[in-house]
């Protein structure tokens, strides 16, 4: 089945991480977030991808070339982010006349649930939640035991179910005449329009999946690490001090060093090129990335560190993304949980937003550099090149 995946947003919500590179190359377990939803989508029957590029799409040609996975890759350009629609409008020349998938490059799918899909066609896929009122709501109707798709609504205050839409979906082949929509209501060409209209011409299958995450704002990017970090195993390849106690399902790629005294509970990663210590401690579903450095007496817990971040000495990671090269200075303190036990809350386009999680530290943009005896609160998020000064207490997102 030939697959569109759309790599070509701007990933607003995801800032300060997409300041420089696009949401779908942003560091999952070993790879970008959009390798696991095209191996996945390969998997499942992908015979062929076409990735709509457009926002800093050089890393995204370079990452996946013209061939993925045993498939091949083209590429299809949109200058203007306009719309998952227009999206896929820009792929259109690449497409054959027979039936084709339609993925969101920022999203993590089960391959079980997704073979269905591709089995299922023409189908959508859906995914229950508890509370859909944020998420685009499939209206759906039994018949022979089979679930079809006939509509669906964006963010309903009264949904008229709890599935909601995963952005999975394979289209008939005439749905490519479909394509050209007009303007929703937030101004965007939506492919929601294109689902509306193939409900009306055929039978839409509206197939359940058993995992799916949705990856736009920073949080969501821990709770794909946590998901794909959770599926490694053990597999000690870099140099390990014999003093060091390796607990669990931990990988330490060829070419990173765990030094004496330290402590990793799995499951974790260590990348090539990191440095773990001496004496550091590494717990649950972090990620040192690429050429990283863990220093001595430093904890850090269910983070992402990404390439050439390094938190020296003496300092407290806990629940936070940090961005390409990163520093902390030494003492550097991330608060990740509230007194009250609330859910922490951090600015999404400028809206206080809730992450619905009770441990959540900071996010840092590539970059960033903190001082010594920085104490960051939990939420906060710091830009790009963003500098604190000695002992700042940091309460409020920070810019340059
Ligand atoms: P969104 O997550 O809605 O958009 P985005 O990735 O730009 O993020 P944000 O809202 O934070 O700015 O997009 C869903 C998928 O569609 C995602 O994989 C990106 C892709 N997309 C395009 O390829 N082109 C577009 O014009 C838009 C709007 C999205």
Redesign the pocket.
Known sequence: MQTVI?????????RPL?ERRA??MLPVADRPLSAHTAKTAVDAGASRLII?V??ESDAVCEFFGDEFAGVPVEYAE?T?????A??VRAAESHLDDGPFAVL????LYDEPSLTRLYEQAPAVGSYRVADPTQYGVLYTAESDGDTRVTGVVEKPADPPSNRINT?AYVFPAEAQAWLEVGESERG?LELTDVLERACEESTVAAVPFERWL?V??PWELLEANEWKVGELTRTLRGEVHEDADIRGDVVVEAGATIDAGVVIEGPALVRRGATVGPNAYIRGHTVVGNDAKVGHSVEVKNSVLMAGATVGHLSYVGDSVLGRDVNFGAGTTVANLRHDDEAVKTLV?GELTSTGRRKFGVVCGDDAKTAIQTSLNAGVKLDCDATTTPGEVVLRDKSE
Do not use: S
Request: glycine share 22%; charged share 30%; net charge neutral.
């Open positions: 759309l790599a070509a947003g701007q990933g607003t919500r995801m997409t949401k779908p709509v457009g926002y949109q203007e982010q306009r719309g998952t227009d999206a969101n490059g920022d999203a952005g965007e949705d736009g704002r386009k």
